[in-house]
């Protein structure tokens, strides 16, 4: 099965990047990367090495936002691109917006190549 994804990340994936990033820094800092991020180019990695470098888990089918994409992408719609941040004090790979999506991609094709916008 193909996926199929947006050009670039849409207008409500960057304040839902933000409220999360807003989690674990300033609402300054937060705001500042998702400003880095919008101006970032689009690039791929391999779903199964985000996961890696992120260290999370894969959250399981029963999961409703997990569902809501996979669903998506059976009925061939664009997912949106990742946004992505590399935390250069501990070198931890933060998943910005995206993570269900990235769980979804990954129960179709863990090679599979996910567009992503990171700094």
């Not at 997990?66 to 250069?88: C, F, H, W």
Request: hydrophobic residues 40%; negative net charge.
């Amino acid at each position: 099965m193909k996926i199929k994804w947006f050009d670039k990340p849409q207008k409500h994936d960057y304040p839902a990047a933000t409220s999360y990033l807003s989690l674990t820094m300033s609402q300054g800092e937060a705001e500042s990367i998702i400003d880095e991020l919008k101006q970032a180019d689009i690039t791929e990695f391999a779903a199964k090495d985000i996961f890696r470098a992120s260290e999370l888990s894969l959250l399981g089918v029963s999961n409703s936002h997990v569902e809501q994409d996979t669903a998506q992408i059976i009925r061939g719609e664009k997912l949106s691109p990742l946004l992505l941040y590399r935390n250069k004090i501990n070198g931890k790979l933060i998943i910005a917006d995206g993570y269900h999506r990235l769980c979804a991609v990954y129960k179709f094709d863990e090679d599979a190549m996910i567009p992503c916008k990171i700094i």
